[in-house]
């Protein structure tokens, strides 16, 4: 199996390349949809991404956005999240990233690779597992509900 990193493709050229090298076509439909989730900035919801598609595209389907987004992150040109029972999507950076993810509140701070690299390390010695993965989301508590959890047990 070939490993895939996660890539940015900054132009429609780019992106074709990327594509095509794995293989496949960008469609007008994966071309509009990439180009939403990377407009976006952040996490989008499949609803979210349908929503600003459609606005576009009237005539693609919820379906035809589900395929994508999975065929976009199998490419690692998107990354996906879980959480709360739901599917987020971001597009992939030039490096991989990592989140925190509040229980509580909701609140998404970023880390550094270099931290979950150390575990990843970590887990290889430890286990011989190699670990595939640039987006990592690790769930908790922030710092501003860890101290207002805090104060209400007293």
């Known amino acids: 199996m070939t490993e895939l990193k996660a890539t940015a493709p900054q132009s429609t050229a780019d992106l074709a390349s990327t594509v095509h090298g794995h293989g496949h076509r960008l469609t007008p ?8 989730v990377r407009k976006a900035g952040g996490h989008l919801t499949p609803e979210a991404v349908y929503a600003r598609v459609h606005a576009r ?3 693609i ?3 035809t956005i589900y395929r994508t987004l999975d ?7 998107v990354v996906a999240m ?6 987020y999507y971001e597009a992939a950076g030039e490096q991989p990233h990592h989140h925190l993810v ?5 609140a998404i701070e970023q880390i550094d ?20 993965m640039d987006h990592v989301a690790l769930f908790g508590l922030c710092a501003t ?5 805090g104060a209400a047990r007293g």
């Open 29 to 36: 439909q994966r071309h509009a949809i990439l180009e939403a």
């Open 57 to 59: 595209q009237p005539a």
């Open 61 to 63: 389907s919820r379906a």
């Open 71 to 77: 065929f976009l992150c199998e490419l690692r040109l």
């Open 82 to 87: 879980q959480w709360g029972g739901q599917k």
């Open 102 to 106: 509040c229980h509580t509140c909701g």
């Open 113 to 132: 690779h270099t931290l979950v690299e150390t575990l990843f390390a970590t887990v290889d010695k430890k286990y011989h597992f190699s670990i595939d």
């Open 145 to 149: 509900c860890r101290k207002t959890i």
